[in-house]
């Protein structure tokens, strides 16, 4: 429960009065668990204005039009992207949580004999995978064990979906606000297929599986310097690169002529690489000292 850094209000009692204005066209799941809770915890039902848009509501707080917002946390990222200064602008002053139970899915996938498919959501994020954020690379690694055929795809992080289970319409990148099952629930219903297993990534882990495999070699479409770090140059053709260098080959965009679209044809480079050291020679005669160094790695993800 958020209102303006200068509110008179400082308390739920002093609100209850009020309506609670909120975005119920991209949290009406999490307005609806929030209604629930205060009348279990604080005996009373709240009143709800209605907001479609992020953008709105934060403006209506900030001028005054409305008094009180009710935000979900995981969704503070969308007010900031439109408004960068929101929180320290504002203040909360009621909060309640809640605990929902996921059951972890089991297809039931012979990846000896079956084709299966491994989502993989990477968030642009270093500390832990799971770190609530949006997902900003969606990718399906597809594998034939019958054929040895490995396929890539990937999906745009601004297509418009309806979330998996929400049934709300927003973005593919968001839906990993509400966890990595929602995404791969969004993934299966967009696509009508089946995802199997996930890998969730952020650039720590990025770099640290690169680094691990003693660095990886990736095909570029371009001669482009990092507009990251502008100290790391990238050649037409084969590249060795150690985790860091990986990681901002994957992660460029402004270098590029059609930039994201661009920038997704390099992150499916860097996993044919990764891919590629995983089955070399080098990699299967030391293995068991490869797996010790993977297996902390993993155990993260």
Do not use: C, W
Request: no cysteine.
């Amino acid at each position: 429960m958020i209102v303006d850094a200068n509110s008179q209000y400082m308390k739920l009692e002093d609100v209850k009065a009020l309506p609670f204005s909120a975005n119920t066209s991209q949290d009406k799941a999490n307005v609806d668990k929030v209604v629930e809770l205060f009348e279990k915890e604080h005996k009373f039902t709240p009143s709800i204005d209605p907001y479609e848009t992020y953008e709105g509501l934060q403006r209506d707080l900030l001028n005054g039009t409305t008094q009180v917002m009710l935000l979900s946390e995981n969704h503070r990222m969308m007010v900031e992207q439109v408004n960068p200064e929101f929180s320290k602008q504002t203040r909360i002053i009621e909060q309640v949580s809640y605990t929902q139970k996921t059951n972890v899915r089991n297809t039931g996938a012979n990846v000896l004999k079956d084709t299966f498919t491994i989502l993989i959501s990477g968030i642009d994020t270093y500390g832990p995978v799971s770190t609530v954020a949006s997902s900003d690379v969606n990718m399906l690694v597809t594998v034939d064990p019958k054929t040895n055929q490995i396929l890539l795809t990937s999906i745009p992080r601004d297509y418009h979906v309806e979330l998996g289970t929400i049934g709300e319409m927003d973005k593919l990148t968001y839906s990993r606000i509400y966890g990595i099952n929602e995404t791969m629930t969004t993934v299966e219903k967009l696509l009508d297929i089946d995802v199997d297993f996930y890998v969730r990534v952020n650039f720590s882990s990025v770099e640290t599986v690169v680094d691990a495999l003693g660095g990886v070699t990736v095909e570029s479409k371009f001669n482009f310097n990092s507009t990251v770090d502008p100290s790391l140059h990238y050649n037409v053709g084969k590249n060795d690169l150690n985790g860091y260098e990986a990681l901002m080959f994957a992660r460029e965009r402004k270098a590029f002529p059609r930039g994201d679209e661009d920038r997704v044809v390099h992150q499916q480079e860097l996993m044919k690489g990764i891919i590629n050291s995983l089955t070399s020679p080098s990699f299967l005669l030391n293995y068991t000292r490869y797996y010790r160094r993977l297996a902390i790695v993993l155990k993260r993800i």
